[in-house]
């Protein structure tokens, strides 16, 4: 069995008398450890499989296996407990608190969960060490995005969930993103995938999810992924 293990899972959406099946039958696995890529077009599906996976919604269909528990059955007080201790997630608009600091947010995140790192160190690591009593009104971008992503990482989490993490980031600031990710998926060891439509982004992957109109397309495996710092685009 591996970490993930997603079995023909199904999403369908009702609208008005129209059913949009915005995942097909997705199945997938992942390692424990692993970085995986899921790549695809606009519509399909990417977000709202991340969104499963990370238990802000549920599957209409099939099974949704995080380390040997089937999150496609618990019920609503199990997958608050589990969104809020296992899963770190980071989006494309950071989605900060305007009215805390940059340290305050990523406290706020620490203190619903039992074993979560040092907020100071965790904003140190991702380069804000002289921000960090700043609001986000007074950060970059792709500093409110390094917040947001503290913020998740500062949680310790099991698997750690990027949907367009670098889309609202300039060329350099969206690099020195991934490179954050990417060290902070091999040097403390959580599970992360990063959801993006930027294909030279998936040599960094151990495991690369092709999705296209709902379902999965193909899945690619890497042995020796690249060091984002040598990927161009
Ligand atoms: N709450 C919803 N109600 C109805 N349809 C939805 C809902 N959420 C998503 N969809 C539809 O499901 C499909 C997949 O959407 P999803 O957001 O997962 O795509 P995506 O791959 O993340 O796209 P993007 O790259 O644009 O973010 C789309 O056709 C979308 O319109
Ligand atoms: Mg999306």
């Not at 099991?158 to 889309?167: A, Y």
């Not at 998926?185 to 296209?212: L, P, Q, Y």
Request: hydrophobic share 40%; charged share 25%.
């Amino acid at each position: 069995m591996s970490y993930i293990d997603v079995e023909h899972e199904y999403k369908r959406y009702q609208t008005g008398s129209a059913e949009i099946v915005a995942n097909n039958d997705v199945t997938f696995a992942i390692e424990r450890g692993e970085l995986t890529v899921i790549l695809g077009a606009s519509g399909a599906g990417k977000s709202t499989l991340l969104n499963i996976i990370g238990g802000m919604d549920t599957a209409s269909d099939g099974r949704v296996v995080i380390d040997g528990r089937d999150i496609s059955r618990a019920n609503r007080r199990q997958l608050t407990a589990y969104r809020r201790t296992d899963v770190g997630f980071v989006f494309q608009f950071y989605n900060l608190v305007a009215n805390l600091a940059a340290r305050e947010n990523v406290e706020l995140a620490t203190e619903i969960v039992p074993d979560a790192l040092d907020p100071v160190e965790v904003l140190r690591m991702v380069g804000l060490e002289d921000r960090m009593n700043n609001f986000p009104a007074q950060l970059s971008g792709g500093e409110q995005q390094r917040v947001a992503i503290a913020r998740a990482v500062a949680k310790n989490p099991k698997i750690l969930l990027c949907d367009e993490p670098t889309g609202a980031l300039d060329y350099r600031t969206g690099k020195q993103v991934l490179k954050i990710l990417q060290d902070m998926c091999r040097e403390h060891g959580a599970t992360t995938i990063i959801v993006t439509h930027n294909a030279a982004i998936a040599r960094i992957a151990d495991r690369v999810i092709h999705m296209r109109d709902a379902r999965v397309e193909r899945i690619e495996t890497c042995a020796t992924p690249a060091d984002i710092e040598t990927v161009e685009w």
